[in-house]
């Protein structure tokens, strides 16, 4: 049965069905039960940009720092689709600002990626976000001039100014 309801909530995750997944979480799915894909629902719906899912999964007890197979977060999935409004839900329940996939990249190199992010940028910089975390031979700042956004890179240098006085 337990299977059956893992099964049902990926499902109703990616819908969005908040009706759903409150009904399948108190037939015993799992809040935290990674699905076959890696995924929990929390990251499913950080990655859906489900802002409604999210806090109540949140308030259901879901670890906003458990991660993937890969160390992807449900953080570095709102992070790389700029989502906004769920990175900082996810962040005020105690993700892991500095978090890193298996493959290097920080949930800020993920903001900086998107083109919907300066605002995701800002966010992060006040939850106090590394800039000098190295992806590709790249701190942040190197970073977001590599991806084309100087818009970010004038941000992330004057940070670095008033980080280092």
Not at 8 to 13: D, F
């Amino acid at each position: 049965m337990s299977r059956f309801l893992d099964k049902q909530i990926v499902r109703e995750t990616q819908r969005g069905r908040l009706d759903r997944v409150l009904e399948l979480l108190a037939k015993g799915a799992g809040v935290n039960k990674l699905a076959s894909d890696g995924f929990t629902p929390l990251m499913r719906s950080a990655y859906q940009g489900h802002a409604d899912l999210v806090a109540m999964l949140l308030q259901r007890g879901a670890d906003p720092n458990a991660t993937a197979k890969d160390g992807a977060s449900a953080l570095f999935w709102a992070c790389a689709r700029g989502h906004g409004p769920v990175a900082e839900m996810l962040l005020a329940a105690g993700a892991d600002v500095n978090a890193v996939r298996e493959e290097g990249p920080s949930v800020l190199n993920m903001a900086i990626s998107n083109q919907r992010s300066v605002a995701l940028v800002q966010t992060l910089i006040r939850a106090g976000a590394s800039l000098d975390h190295q992806f590709l031979g790249r701190d942040a700042v190197h970073y977001a001039e590599w991806c084309g956004r100087h818009d970010l890179a004038i941000l992330l240098k004057r940070q670095v100014r008033r980080r280092t006085f």
